[in-house]
């Protein structure tokens, strides 16, 4: 009986998840911040989330734009004025090493957060800690063909308050507004207006729709974050399937006459919208293009559709 219980234990331990943490590999209960630091009172800290994506026939485990997320990374560092060494060669190594540890082979989403350690003020430039947290990870909103948005009654961060383009935890307080007031009205999320009244983003994703046969997503000044996605997105429109994309500012009623419109970024990937507040799009349906873009991104992102074209966005990981 005693052996028996040492291994389930053993079992038990050996699939407590692993964190890299201020240069070790430790459990998530070892990995503790001081409760004074800047980034526990005030939310100082800038962080990237990346997909990674397993093959099964390949048995292999692909990071998709590392390397872009880690320089997207180190660019709101310097927005923030954080000061450390970190570099992106060193970032990309505990990367890997973190998803080693835990022996992943299954799709994942994986947190870097670089935060403002110790015990300064909110002014504070260091010291400056890195944590890597890895988590298996399938598709958000599963289990719906779209999902149903309404157009938030907050405003989204612009360049002249908390410049949306620095991928800072404090930014995300804007999209946490908004979210809660979706759900709380019975949606499953929304679409946030600029301070011109212009169409920016969702919490955390970036928006595209689609009218007379072309794509619209809005411009970068239109208080939109730099999304890796949307820029891969906007090729795959354009050199694949073949629609002309127009990037520009959008009314609010050009969402409620759309034929389509879908949710773009990391943790979302590629989500359908089917109806924007009492509108519905496309009839309640997921639209073409949608479809066509879902399944084409999926099959590049696991490595399966002309790899030497795509392969450089692909980071193998075992």
Request: hydrophobic share 40%; proline share 3%; charged share 25%.
């Amino acid at each position: 009986m005693i052996y028996f219980l040492h291994l389930i234990w053993g079992i038990m331990l050996s699939k407590t998840p692993l964190i890299w943490f201020k240069g070790k590999i430790l459990t998530r209960e070892e990995a503790n911040i001081n409760v004074l630091s800047p980034t526990s009172q005030y939310g100082i800290n800038v962080f990237e989330g990346i997909r990674c994506y397993w093959n099964e026939d390949r048995q292999q485990l692909f990071a998709f734009k590392l390397e872009e997320h880690l320089k997207r990374l180190l660019n709101s560092a310097k927005l923030l004025k954080l000061e450390h060494n970190l570099d992106l060669d060193f970032i990309k190594k505990a990367f890997i090493k973190t998803i080693h540890a835990n022996e992943f082979k299954e799709d994942i989403i994986v947190r870097i957060t670089l935060f403002l350690d110790g015990e300064g003020s909110w002014s504070s430039k260091k010291p400056v800690s890195m944590f890597i947290s890895a988590i298996p990870k399938g598709r958000y909103y599963k289990g719906k063909e779209g999902i149903r948005c309404c157009v938030s009654s907050w405003r989204r961060i612009d360049d002249t308050t908390l410049p949306p383009r620095v991928k800072a935890g404090a930014n995300y307080l804007n999209s946490r507004y908004a979210q809660l007031e979706a759900m709380d009205s019975g949606y499953d999320s929304c679409i946030l207006l600029n301070k011109l009244g212009m169409v920016a983003e969702g919490p955390g994703a970036c928006v595209f729709l689609v009218r007379d046969n072309k794509v619209i997503t809005p411009n970068i000044t239109s208080s939109i974050l730099e999304s890796i996605n949307r820029k891969f997105i906007i090729h795959l429109i354009t050199e694949e399937l073949k629609f002309k994309v127009e990037e520009r500012q959008i009314d609010r009623t050009e969402l409620y006459i759309s034929e389509e419109i879908f949710f773009v970024g990391t943790a979302v990937e590629i989500t359908p919208i089917i109806q924007i507040d009492t509108f519905k799009v496309n009839n309640g349906k997921v639209g073409k293009i949608t479809k066509s873009l879902r399944n084409l991104f999926f099959e590049i992102v696991r490595g399966n559709y002309k790899l030497d074209t795509y392969k450089k966005f692909l980071t193998p990981i075992y």
